[in-house]
């Protein structure tokens, strides 16, 4: 039998815990996160970013599903524990891709005021975040053809 540890009895550390942007974040660091973001009901079809715009918000997939458009194609469908639109907060650019619901969604929502104080009073989370966000995109590398 597997023993599952809980890190929390608060289920929005708990889902925070599991995205992989904050897998490596410790209970401490899970609260002050979780106190800083809002939880936001979407509907099915809702557009959350747009490719071009520039970003104020980074959101975390609690429940349903979101598909990522780029350059008006269908890239990836994104669901419960994976998160989007941190780039926008970590360097002032427009965003990269369309984020569309797919269905009804469950969204925790950190955004730049937000993030920017967690980055000021938490610098271990900073640390941990800039390392998944590089993760990532070693990830979209190796799935990228070579020529």
Do not use: W, Y
Request: charged residues 30%.
């Amino acid at each position: 039998m597997k023993v599952v540890r809980r890190l929390s009895r608060d289920p929005k550390i708990e889902r925070l815990s599991q995205a992989q942007i904050f897998s490596a974040c410790n209970k401490r660091e899970l609260a002050r996160i979780a106190a800083l973001s809002v939880e936001v009901e979407v509907p099915a079809g809702r557009v959350l970013i747009r490719q071009g715009d520039f970003g104020h918000e980074f959101f975390v997939i609690e429940a349903g599903s979101a598909k990522a458009i780029i350059d008006g194609r269908k890239r990836r469908t994104m669901g419960p524990g994976e998160c989007f639109g941190e780039m926008a907060l970590l360097h002032r650019a427009p965003r990269s891709a369309t984020v569309e619901a797919e269905t009804d969604m469950h969204l925790l929502v950190l955004n730049s005021r937000e993030f920017s104080t967690l980055m000021e009073d938490v610098p271990s989370v900073g640390r941990k975040v800039l390392a998944a966000v590089a993760e990532r995109l070693r990830e979209a590398e190796r799935a990228q053809p070579h020529h």
